[in-house]
């Protein structure tokens, strides 16, 4: 006991200094457990977790002033494609599942957006997306719709309740406003799963001067934190510490994250291995979602390197590697 306390103190002493930011969501709540309970020192690391609003988390990620970043698989697909960032998905994380939804005005279904302006809170491939899934389900395209971006979510819930908006696609604890007057859920990521699903994400050459352990243990310290989260003891604690640390200045009670809890899907191990070691996962849609921004940029950037490798999920769930398969190369 002495021992594990003198190792635990030591590693402490002498931990590695990381940043890792996100923007106001549910799914990505359990970092701040990890951040509070100390489940990143265990691995030798100080993980400093940093709350930006609207999708401004990645922005920080591609400019160089964080280390990693957790987004939607299809916002690290639009740093690449559309900027030319050189950033690399370390993992596969979670889904949102119900919790992206498309709001229409009163009186309108989906059918009713046509010709319509609807709102986006990001210029993604992973809202675009979703949309395009939601359209395609009445018979719709883009192409059938005026998209508008506003990257401020409560600003595009405010244009959305004074119908200067048709529809508008939003996630809690944003959409509540627009619902209550008037605006109602004509579809939802639930409806179509796997749509948008959520990465941890880092800039390339950064992680190729970093210790291979490093990053594996800044995943492990994720699945602790995601295992800490799912015991049903831990339950309120939980939900306080994501109510108040997890929406930046947004006041979220414990029961409303419960509620948001119930629209996303955080992957427990067996979900890590299966999307992220397994043949139909995070790489398939990667390379479905790379396919889709290609096709819908205005002038798509080369490809600067692999965008995903299974390599770091395997080292943090201590998956062999396939025989013919090495760690990635650093940077050129």
């Given at each position: 006991m002495?021992l594990?306390?003198?190792?635990?103190?030591?590693?402490?002493?002498?931990?590695?200094?990381?940043?890792?930011s996100?923007?106001?969501?549910?799914?990505?709540t359990?970092?701040?457990?990890?951040q509070?309970?100390?489940?990143?020192?265990?691995?030798?690391?100080?993980?400093?977790?940093?709350?930006?609003?609207?999708?401004?988390a990645?922005?920080?990620?591609?400019?160089?002033k964080?280390?990693?970043?957790?987004?939607?698989?299809?916002?690290?697909?639009?740093?690449?494609?559309?900027?030319?960032?050189?950033?690399?998905?370390?993992?596969?994380?979670?889904w949102?599942?119900?919790?992206?939804?498309?709001?229409?005005?009163?009186?309108?279904?989906?059918a009713?957006?046509?010709?319509?302006?609807?709102?986006?809170?990001?210029?993604?491939?992973?809202?675009?997306m979703?949309?395009?899934?939601?359209?395609?389900?009445?018979?719709?395209?883009?192409?059938?719709?005026?998209?508008?971006?506003?990257?401020?979510?409560?600003?595009?819930?405010?244009q959305?309740?004074?119908?200067?908006?048709?529809g508008?696609?939003?996630?809690?604890?944003?959409?509540?406003?627009a619902?209550?007057?008037?605006?109602?859920?004509?579809?939802?990521?639930?409806?179509?799963?796997?749509?948008?699903?959520?990465?941890?994400?880092?800039?390339?050459?950064?992680?190729?001067?970093?210790?291979p352990?490093?990053?594996?243990?800044?995943?492990?310290g994720?699945?602790?934190?995601v295992?800490w989260?799912?015991q049903?003891?831990?339950?309120?604690?939980?939900l306080?510490?994501a109510?108040?640390?997890?929406?930046?200045?947004?006041?979220?009670?414990?029961?409303?994250?419960r509620?948001?809890?119930?629209?996303?899907?955080?992957h427990?191990?067996?979900?890590?291995r299966?999307?992220?070691?397994g043949?139909?996962?995070?790489?398939?849609?990667?390379?479905?979602?790379?396919?889709?921004?290609?096709?819908?940029?205005?002038a798509?950037?080369?490809?600067?390197?692999?965008?995903?490798?299974?390599?770091?999920?395997?080292l943090?769930?201590?998956?062999p590697?396939?025989?013919?398969?090495?760690?990635?190369?650093?940077?050129?």
């Amino acid at each position: 006991m002495l021992l594990s306390a003198l190792v635990v103190s030591c590693l402490q002493l002498v931990a590695q200094s990381y940043t890792l930011s996100c923007d106001p969501w549910i799914a990505w709540t359990p970092a701040w457990v990890a951040q509070e309970k100390g489940m990143w020192r265990r691995y030798g690391l100080d993980v400093k977790v940093v709350s930006f609003s609207g999708c401004d988390a990645a922005h920080a990620l591609a400019a160089g002033k964080v280390d990693f970043c957790m987004a939607m698989a299809g916002t690290a697909v639009g740093l690449a494609v559309e900027e030319g960032a050189d950033v690399v998905v370390l993992g596969e994380i979670d889904w949102s599942h119900g919790g992206d939804k498309l709001l229409v005005d009163k009186g309108l279904d989906v059918a009713g957006l046509r010709g319509g302006r609807v709102g986006i809170y990001e210029d993604s491939p992973a809202v675009y997306m979703f949309l395009a899934e939601a359209l395609k389900a009445a018979g719709l395209g883009l192409e059938s719709v005026e998209v508008i971006v506003i990257e401020d979510p409560e600003s595009l819930a405010s244009q959305l309740v004074a119908h200067r908006l048709a529809g508008a696609v939003l996630y809690a604890p944003f959409l509540e406003a627009a619902m209550s007057r008037g605006g109602h859920v004509a579809g939802t990521t639930a409806d179509f799963p796997g749509v948008m699903p959520e990465v941890i994400v880092a800039g390339r050459e950064r992680i190729a001067r970093m210790p291979p352990e490093h990053v594996a243990a800044l995943l492990r310290g994720w699945i602790d934190a995601v295992e800490w989260c799912q015991q049903p003891e831990h339950e309120v604690e939980f939900l306080r510490i994501a109510a108040a640390r997890g929406f930046g200045d947004e006041k979220v009670t414990p029961a409303e994250a419960r509620r948001m809890l119930q629209d996303v899907r955080i992957h427990d191990r067996a979900a890590l291995r299966a999307r992220n070691v397994g043949e139909h996962g995070i790489a398939e849609f990667l390379a479905r979602c790379e396919k889709f921004a290609r096709a819908h940029a205005e002038a798509p950037k080369p490809a600067r390197g692999p965008l995903y490798t299974p390599h770091w999920m395997r080292l943090a769930l201590g998956e062999p590697e396939p025989a013919a398969s090495a760690a990635p190369s650093p940077a050129k």
